[in-house]
């Protein structure tokens, strides 16, 4: 058996006005299923950007309950 390391997953998404409608519920989609496959001692942040950019993190950060509300 291979033994799994953790992993840190950097997500982009692009929310700006081109994203509307199903690219949009598309984008949003591919993350929850992203989120959905970590793992305990996994760590990961969110980016949005549209003409700004925002982190949902400071730093990417462990998944557990709170990170993942």
Known sequence: A?????REMILVIDNSGS????SMAQAKA???FALQRLKPGDRFNVIRFNHTMETLF???VAVDR???A
């Open 58 to 60: 400071p730093a990417p």
């Open 2 to 6: 291979v033994e799994r390391r953790p």
């Open 66 to 68: 709170s990170s993942m």
């Open 19 to 22: 994203m509307g409608g199903t």
């Open 30 to 32: 591919g993350l929850a």
